[in-house]
């Protein structure tokens, strides 16, 4: 499990100061545990963040205790992309939860290598359900079944690990392979001489007739 130190946050201070400080403003909060406003390092969450993702079980290590967690929701800075705020769900003690786990998606398509099809992957993400302990931090979707456009991957073909549930239907689409498109070649119209040919010679006699008619007065 991966340790997360929280700080209690005055939460009359600024954020900005906050943020200057290299904190980020965060908050935790369960079915049965009330709103309680934390601060945590930037660094230290970015580093977690990357190793757990949004699916892996965090400890919140708080002066009051240790609390479990998965982090619910990440607010953004619309232009540096930069997290501003974050939510941790506490879950309860003894009681299964639903989470949406990423597919990593691994293997060979023999439809893609010998056919020249490409991956459609219909689902990014799983609802699984798990005790916290359960909870892996991906699912691996082996594409070398995928053998011709007909093929699919769905939702009851995945090896979940011991102790988790799908909490999706079983024959949801997961992934398949689109035939590559036939580009058809423009027909270009054969062009025609002979057109050309009498249109320059009515160019050069009435250019001929201008110059007679000039001469003349």
């Known amino acids: 499990m991966t340790n997360l130190k929280a700080e209690p946050r005055d ?73 501003r705020h974050a939510d941790f769900y506490v879950f309860e003690k003894g009681h299964k939860v639903e989470v949406e786990i990423p597919l990593e998606f691994e293997g060979v398509s023999p439809a893609i290598k010998d056919l020249g099809g490409t991956l459609v992957k219909v689902v990014h ?39 988790v549930l799908l909490k999706v239907p079983e024959d949801e689409v997961i992934a398949l392979v689109s035939a590559p498109r036939e580009e058809k070649e423009e027909e270009v119209a054969p062009v025609d001489l002979s057109a050309i040919e009498v249109e320059k010679k009515g160019k050069d006699e009435e250019a001929a007739a201008s110059e007679g008619e000039a001469k003349a007065e």
């Open 125 to 163: 993400a799983l609802k699984i359900e798990a005790m916290p302990k359960d909870l892996p931090h991906n699912i691996v979707v082996d594409i070398s079944s995928l053998s011709s456009f007909e093929s699919q991957i769905l939702a009851k073909d995945l090896k979940l690990p011991a102790g």
């Open 11 to 83: 939460t009359s201070a600024k954020l900005a100061d906050l943020r200057k400080a290299g904190k980020l403003p965060a908050v935790f909060y369960g079915k049965k545990e009330p709103s309680t406003p934390i601060s945590i390092s930037m660094v230290d969450f970015m580093k977690v963040w990357k190793e757990a993702g949004e699916s892996s079980v965090i400890s919140l290590q708080t002066p009051s205790g240790a609390v479990e967690s998965l982090i619910h929701e990440i607010d953004f800075d619309p232009v540096s992309g930069v997290p």
